[in-house]
Every structure is written in C-alpha cells, then in structure tokens.
C-alpha cells in the first residue's frame, strides 16, 4: 500500500492542524494505520494508532487527550487531530501501515511495512 500525508504547516502554540494520509494500492481496511513522528536529532516516535476498523485507538502519553486518530475507510484516508499544539510536537509526521492478526493498533515501528514521505509541523511559541 502506498500513503501520501499532507497537512503540516506552521501553528502557533495552542492551535490545531488535521494531518491526513490517503492510500492507495491495496484494500486500506487491512491495515493497522500509524502516525509518528521525529524531531531533528531525536528518534522516531510513535504518536497514535487506529485499529483497521478504526474501532480502537492508542496514543502516546505526551499527546493523549489532545490528538485523536481516526480513519475512513470509504475514502481509504486516516486522520491526526491535532489540537491545543505545543512547540515540543514541532516534527516531521510520517504515517504507516501495517497488518495486525488481531486486528489491534500497532504501536512498534517495526509492525509497519509501508511509510508515507511525512509532513512537517511547526509549532510557534
């Protein structure tokens, strides 16, 4: 599956942005969809996950109840609500697919197999 995120730009501290990632290629319910993502110098990290039926989600702590995953599956499209933004989410944000037996959200990076080209996100003091 091929993704293509789009949505960054530059916010000042407290506002918000929706990040999206469209697929293509294969059937997008089956996957797991990710978002991460990396600052300059530091590793990348994990941010949210949704489930392939878009029924379970998992954040990471330093964005729980501020950011809010979701997808359509419809529309072969994944979604990262960003809100009440800080200078430290300032990063290029990649999402990713990948395949879950189960059916849960997929937190190790190394569970996805297919990585969009990433946006960047610029948070103003």
């Known amino acids: 599956v091929q993704l293509l995120a789009s949505g960054g730009g530059l916010v000042q501290a407290g506002g918000s942005l929706r990040l999206a990632c469209a697929a293509s290629?294969?059937?997008?319910?089956?996957?797991?969809i990710g978002w991460f993502r990396q600052a300059p110098g530091r590793e990348r990290e994990f941010v949210a996950g949704?489930?392939?039926?878009?029924?379970?989600?998992r954040y990471a702590a330093s964005v729980k109840g501020r950011f809010r995953a979701s997808r359509e599956n419809g529309k072969s499209t994944a979604y990262l609500q960003m809100n009440t933004l800080k200078p430290e989410d300032t990063a290029a944000y990649y999402c990713?697919?990948?395949?879950?037996?189960?059916?849960?959200?997929?937190?190790?990076?190394?569970?996805?197999?297919?990585w969009g080209q990433g946006t960047q996100v610029t948070v103003s003091s």
């Open positions: 990713a697919a990948g395949t879950s037996v189960t059916g849960a959200v997929l937190i190790e990076k190394t569970s996805y197999t297919s």
């Open positions: 290629g294969r059937t997008f319910s089956d996957y797991a």
């Open positions: 949704v489930s392939r039926a878009g029924t379970q989600t």
